[in-house]
């Protein structure tokens, strides 16, 4: 059974817009493809693993080629369940508002817990390789203000990071819907934005492959 993996870095619950635009993806991605199982992680309230010193000492090990074992082995056990969750889907859609430009610190957590060498990429001739190539991406990411301008294109870095970090363990498919802008404009104008946003998610769902 294929599988697509719902990413929630938002901690707003029903009131999120971000999660009203992923409703609507998901409403349309189940009519197309009733076959598939839809896993949810919410970053906010499912426990991650802690990154600290002996976690860290395990993923320098891991990238000297060794192997890890005794008590550092069983601090990794959290990360590699977290690891074969994301590497068992076939398709992903992440939820994330912008906090401060970036994605909120969750999110850039989560990714710090799966983005491990051997795991999610592979050192081949000295370049490295990722490992997770050809799964589409959808990234649903509500924002304050407008980032489309000349003038404020610079200060997405939501968009520049995913891409770059999601790229660098193969998946390059990356559709992004963009909820913008939704602070110092008119309830009415808000209610266009996530219904224009709600429709171009039931678009993006119908473009994932079968």
Not at 148 to 156: A, G, I, L, R, V
Request: net charge negative; hydrophobic share 40%; glycine share 8%.
């Amino acid at each position: 059974m294929k599988k697509l993996l719902h990413v929630i870095a938002s901690p707003r619950g029903e009131k999120s817009r971000t999660l009203q635009v992923a409703s609507a993806f998901l409403e349309r991605f189940r009519e197309l493809h009733p076959e598939w199982m839809i896993d949810e992680i919410n970053l906010f309230t499912d426990p991650l693993p802690v990154l600290a010193a002996r976690q860290v000492d395990g993923k320098y090990m891991l990238l000297g080629g060794k192997e890890l074992y005794g008590e550092l082995r069983e601090t990794w056990e959290d990360i590699e369940q977290h690891i074969a969750r994301f590497k068992g889907a076939d398709a992903y859609l992440i939820s994330t508002p912008m906090w401060n430009f970036n994605v909120p610190y969750v999110l850039k957590q989560y990714i710090d817990i799966l983005v491990q060498p051997r795991y999610l990429f592979q050192y081949v001739h000295g370049h490295t390789e990722g490992l997770l190539k050809g799964r589409p991406m959808v990234v649903i990411s509500s924002r304050g203000g407008d980032y489309t301008t000349p003038e404020t294109q610079s200060f997405d870095h939501v968009e520049s990071y995913l891409r770059v970090v999601f790229g660098f363990v193969g998946i390059t498919a990356i559709e992004f819907i963009k909820v913008e802008p939704l602070d110092g404009v008119s309830a009415e104008a808000v209610r266009h934005t996530v219904e224009a946003a709600r429709g171009a998610a039931r678009e993006a769902a119908a473009r994932i492959p079968a």
